[in-house]
């Protein structure tokens, strides 16, 4: 019996390019999801293919762009799941930015509100139209002439 090889530290490093390539690249095989997390035996032998790719000394760059080319934009894409979940959360922060701008414009009138009310309790006379005054002083002539 012989014993396994002991893999050598390029066969390790190697294995941790292709297992980070899997998990972050869309499956061309399952819409949604990483080469990782797709269940197809045909990601399976997509993983042993970048895993070659990188034993025979491919960078990341290259090993994407293989892929890209073999199985077209439209099903790989150029976006990594790293950048299409930073524009989620950028998305995000805008929508919440929104929400809290909203917010304070509907919550606005209410403050300006209490603001006219006080306002009028200082001036009473300045919601009183002119007819209404020229009544309350005829009112008040003929008080006066009792």
């Not at 509100?113 to 002539?141: I, Q």
């Amino acid at each position: 019996m012989s014993s396994p090889a002991k893999p050598t530290p390029a066969d390790l490093q190697a294995e941790s390019l292709a297992r980070d390539i899997a998990a972050e690249m869309p499956s061309p095989y399952c819409p949604g999801r990483s080469i990782a997390s797709c269940p197809s035996e045909a990601a399976r032998e997509l993983e042993d293919d970048i895993l070659g790719l990188a034993k025979q000394g491919q960078d990341r760059e290259q090993i994407e762009t293989a892929l890209v080319s073999r199985f077209g934009e439209d099903k790989m894409g150029t976006a990594h799941q790293s950048e299409i979940l930073v524009a989620i959360i950028l998305g995000a922060v805008l929508a919440l930015a929104m929400i809290v701008l909203s917010a304070r414009k509907w919550l606005r009138p209410n403050q300006s509100g209490s603001e006219d009310s006080a306002k009028s309790s200082s001036k009473p006379l300045a919601r009183v139209s002119a007819d209404e005054l020229d009544r309350l002083e005829d009112e008040l002539d003929d008080i006066d002439g009792i």
